[in-house]
């Protein structure tokens, strides 16, 4: 494995259970606070500072918290990512490509795509946005411009070694 990524502290959203029932079926609702900008190499340079809170602690004060939604209970709950353990994290890492089908639906604007709890940018209508991911459990959705995930745009999935996974979106994953 790359050096650097061994020292690098990864968001996961692989240990976050639904604290009411327990379960890991769960989808993004979105974000509580304003935007933040993160491209990818910020996301790592800030998970060093942001991930300290090994209890996870997620409330509406940590701007880094999301809000998802179980699955299985119906329950809304708060999280922010965990720090990714060494056995989540990939020898090299998979490449991810997510194609934004063209449509009339918010055709000015772009779609905000998230992976495993943080924001790794940005897609415009009818155009790929291709990002890395180095962690072998991931979950990505998408949120429009307000920060609120579209209705059936999380997936969750594993990646391999060096890996390349296609997606289409069209207000959900094709
Ligand atoms: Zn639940």
Not at 52 to 66: F, R
Not at 68 to 80: P, Q, T, V, W
Request: aromatic letters at 12%; a neutral charge; charged letters at 20%.
């Amino acid at each position: 494995m790359d050096q650097d990524m061994q020292n690098v502290m990864l968001p996961s959203l692989y240990k976050v259970r639904c604290p009411n029932c327990g379960s890991a079926n769960f989808k993004m609702v979105g974000q509580l606070n304003a935007a933040k900008n993160y491209s990818i190499k910020k996301m790592v340079l800030d998970a060093v500072d942001i991930y300290i809170d090994p209890e996870n602690e997620a409330t509406h004060e940590n701007p880094n918290a999301l809000e998802y939604s179980c699955n299985d209970c119906k329950e809304s709950f708060l999280a922010g990512p965990f720090v990714a353990a060494p056995e989540e994290i990939l020898q090299t890492p998979a490449t991810i490509s997510i194609e934004r089908l063209k449509n009339m639906y918010g055709c000015a604007v772009s779609f905000i795509i998230y992976c495993n709890g943080c924001k790794v940018g940005e897609v415009k209508n009818g155009k790929t946005f291709t990002f890395q991911t180095w962690l072998r459990y991931n979950i990505v959705a998408v949120t429009s411009v307000t920060g609120v995930a579209f209705k059936e745009s999380t997936i969750r999935f594993e990646a391999q070694p060096g890996g390349t996974i296609y997606y289409k979106f069209n207000q959900k994953f094709l």
